[in-house]
């Protein structure tokens, strides 16, 4: 069992960067492979990255070159790096921990453990 913590939301402008974390406690993180997703109001949670076990990582494409996902397992932490924030960004985000090997990066049901969600609010 892994419990997730994420933190580091909040009100930003346009163009600004946040930087989220997703701190685990239960097991190492290098046990696992980890994702961030995110649900905007009145939408579907969707997928945002994804670092793998080795440190290869995914994104959507609409994140790529704006947000980088990193781990850190020294601090057993996961973090979301978010740069050129737009408007559209504004959203719940989550993050979660899977089997090191997932047939689909983008499937929530790959993930088995999720942290509770912090909102990040961009503006214009």
């Known amino acids: 069992q892994v419990q997730l913590v994420g933190s580091g939301g909040g009100l930003v402008q346009a163009g600004g960067s946040l930087r989220l974390s997703c701190a685990a406690s239960?097991?190492?993180?290098?046990?696992?492979?980890e994702g961030w997703f995110r649900q905007a109001p009145g939408k579907e949670r969707e997928f945002v990255a994804h670092?793998?076990?080795?440190?290869?990582?995914f994104y959507e494409d609409s994140v790529k070159g704006r947000f980088t996902i990193s781990r850190d397992n020294s601090k057993n932490t996961v973090y979301l790096q978010m740069n050129s924030l737009e408007p559209e960004d504004t959203a719940v985000y989550y993050c979660?921990?899977?089997?090191?090997?997932?047939?689909?990066?983008?499937?929530?049901?790959?993930?088995?453990?999720w942290g509770q969600g912090t909102q990040v609010t961009v503006s214009s």
């Open positions: 670092i793998g076990w080795a440190g290869n990582t």
């Open positions: 979660a921990a899977a089997p090191r090997i997932v047939s689909n990066v983008r499937a929530e049901h790959e993930y088995h453990y």
């Open positions: 239960g097991r190492t993180l290098s046990s696992y492979s």
